[in-house]
């Protein structure tokens, strides 16, 4: 496995974690739709909003942050990928869109960033 894929799936688990210990309820992980994917999706600690967290990890962030790689392609795909969840599991609740960055090489040094509500797909042309 390359490096760039192991430190995203490093990356993935961390911020499970992160969000399990936040009181989130992990609903799906890596769920894919064609080509395409969403890295965690979770119910909210008030358990009313579904929300699609993706997640961004750079070993460092002198050339960019990670949650940069989120573009308008990104945010289309996550958008679409999300409608087909919502419409094959019938959901009805609230939904969310956010980032996790994760900048470090190993969870004792890791910074995480969660951005909550970070972008909205409906919003993008």
């Given amino acids: 496995m390359a490096q ?9 688990e961390l911020a499970a974690d992160f969000l399990r ?3 989130y309820q992990i609903m799906e992980r890596n769920w894919r739709f064609g080509h395409r994917d969403l890295d965690i999706i979770v119910r909210s600690p008030e358990g009313n ?3 699609f967290v993706e997640v961004k990890t750079r070993s460092g962030d002198i050339i960019t942050k990670p949650e940069d790689a989120v573009d308008i392609r990104k945010i289309r795909s996550i958008g679409y990928c999300a409608n087909a969840f919502v419409k094959q599991f019938n959901i009805a ?15 004792d040094v890791a910074e995480i ?8 797909p409906c919003l993008v042309y």
């Fill in 4 to 12: 760039h894929n192991e430190t995203g799936k490093w990356g993935e």
């Fill in 21 to 23: 210990k936040n009181g």
């Fill in 49 to 51: 909003e579904v929300v």
């Fill in 93 to 107: 609740d609230l939904l969310r869109f956010d980032i996790i960055a994760i900048v470090g090489r190993n969870k």
């Fill in 113 to 120: 960033e969660h951005v909550k509500d970070a972008f909205n």
